[in-house]
């Protein structure tokens, strides 16, 4: 197809051949005899051979080097206008120096944060351990569980008990319980077998253990780590520190042969709260005992007890 700037087509081999857009009939050997139509009048005559004008020479068009010009990229702009490329720094130059930043800076932490050698007299120094004290066995003067505010004087000398069973003698005091022919201990912190603590409870007048259990929900209101503090004779100040571990409800009848109660030999470091459970029916009797279970966990300043806060720091015994 011709090109949309040069009005002359190329040749089939494309050469640049210019190639005329007409042509001139070439001359006949014979004349061309022309016959008049009726009617009109022929002003030719018939062409003779020598008569024809001689065929006009093919001019060789004039080859010339035709140069396709390629189109000039523009200039490719730099992301950084106005960036002058400097000197190069060599790379190993680059490295060692970096090298050289990381070994200071490491070196100026490790200065700074040395420590200073402790003083030999110091360092030699013993140390001392500072033991536990030591709080020997004697009467129950004073309890107290905070957490469901449970407060208790404690009647001098050991439980009352009635046909084989424990009945403190008053409602608004505890007891502890020895016998000559029982192992239970009074408190203290190397007691070698069982402390047992009793008192009463009633139905409609205040008693010293009413607070111990719910009747009405059939539950122990004391949970599982609450604490109970008890001061003895002995103690001074401080108070011998239990935490809760065990609940029980037996019938009467049977908590003297329990052995998820008393164990079946020496339990030294444990005590036992005992009262009885008043049913919600006022004019029922009542038939079953609230016991819980405590162990031993060491001393405490009396502040901490009789504020009801938590020990700041127990000593095991």
């Keep these: 197809m011709p090109y949309p700037t040069d009005p002359h087509r190329r040749s089939g081999d494309g050469r640049g051949t210019r190639r005329d857009t007409y042509r001139l009939p070439r001359p006949s050997a014979e004349p061309t005899r022309i016959t008049p139509r009726p009617g009109t009048y022929s002003v030719g005559r018939p062409a003779r051979a020598a008569d024809a004008p001689a065929p006009t020479p093919r001019r060789q068009p004039r080859r010339t080097a035709r140069t396709l010009e390629q189109p000039q990229r523009p200039p490719r702009r730099s992301s ?140 122990h209101k004391v949970h599982e780590g609450d604490k109970l503090y008890v001061r003895t004779a002995a103690s001074g100040e401080k108070w011998l520190m239990y935490s809760a571990t065990d609940f029980h409800d037996p019938v009467k009848a049977g908590l003297a042969n329990d052995p998820d109660v008393w164990g079946t030999g020496p339990m030294p470091g444990r005590l036992l709260t005992i009262s009885c459970i008043q049913p919600a029916n006022l004019l029922e009797a009542s038939v079953k005992n609230a016991v819980v279970g405590w162990s031993y966990e060491g001393v405490i300043d009396g502040a901490d007890a009789t504020n009801g806060a938590e020990p700041a720091a127990s000593a095991a015994a």
């Design 80 to 219: 950084h206008p106005g960036r002058t490329a400097g000197p190069r720094i060599p790379r190993v130059a680059l490295v060692l120096g970096l090298v050289l930043v990381v070994l200071l800076a490491l070196t100026f932490f490790a200065l700074r944060h040395q420590e200073p050698d402790a003083p030999a007299a110091l360092s030699e120094a013993p140390t001392t351990t500072v033991e536990a004290p030591t709080i020997e066995q004697a009467a129950a003067v004073e309890m107290y569980i905070p957490a469901i505010n449970v407060r208790a004087q404690f009647d001098e000398g050991a439980c009352r008990t009635k046909d084989y069973a424990l009945d403190p003698a008053s409602l608004d005091k505890a007891c502890t319980y020895t016998a000559a022919d029982r192992p239970y201990s009074l408190p203290g912190t190397d007691a070698p077998d069982i402390v047992v603590i009793a008192g009463h409870t009633a139905a409609g007048v205040p008693a010293v253990f009413n607070n111990l259990y719910d009747g009405t929900r059939n539950e």
